[in-house]
């Protein structure tokens, strides 16, 4: 098996070695969480570090991501970098590795340091008398929007994809789970459709429209219906994903 490894390049060979020991040793470290693609966060000197390792695709998409496509790790990796050049926060990269037979990509795993925050987006839809809960989310509006304007678009906006930092009276937002990605100028749907993940609450999607409606001088009944439109429509085909998922499970069993 082919060992393809790619390090931040301010790191010493030290560090690097450290790394790679952690990443043959992955399985025996305890803990971690996750089910399609699973964390461990683990301590290397004074650095702690979160290390993701991706499912192992199915066959075709292992032929894929040998010779056609980046891997997960790889992308994850260098849109860390796109996103610190573009000035919006992401946990620091420091490497990613890949493992490839003669035609199939295997196990990949992206390094990042752990960082740890005050809350994600996920803790805004389910407490609702969060401190400064308005001015957290507003101040999130203004991040996605910040997003859209320098040609970010975030595949995964997702409720556990933006970690939150308290930063004296501001707030600092920081994305994870980079690999799907795409960098280009949106248009006003695209944009707004970039919401349509993150909460099922009428109530924070009329806040996030108002508050967009300000930055990018749109009115507010355009955005709102819109965003609520969106948000509707995924949930609705999320939902019936998962009946159709249940039944298929359960003709299975039959």
Known sequence: MKEIKVFNSNLNSDFKSGITELIHNFDAIEGGSGKRNFIKITQLGQVTLN????????????????????SKAQRSFEYAYKL???????????????????FFLKRSFYV??????????????????????????????RFTYSLHEKGIHFLDHSPGNTLIKKNEDSYDFYLVDLNRMVFH????????????????????VEIMSDEYAKCSGEDFNRVFNLMWNETEDFQY?????KRLKKKLKFWKKG
């Open 84 to 102: 610190m050049n573009l000035n919006i926060g992401t946990p620091e990269p420091l490497a990613y590795y890949e493992y490839k037979s003669k």
């Open 51 to 70: 290390i993701k390792a991706f499912k192992i695709p199915h066959l075709l998409n292992q032929l894929v991501y040998r010779f056609f496509r980046k």
């Open 112 to 141: 990042s340091e752990q960082l740890n925050c005050d809350l994600t987006y996920r803790e805004l839809t389910t407490n609702f008398d969060y401190p400064d809960y308005d001015t957290i989310l507003r101040a999130f509006t």
């Open 237 to 241: 085909k999320f939902h019936r994903k």
């Open 185 to 204: 100028e949106m248009d006003f749907e695209t944009r707004i459709k970039n919401f349509a993940k993150l909460t099922i609450h009428k109530s924070m």
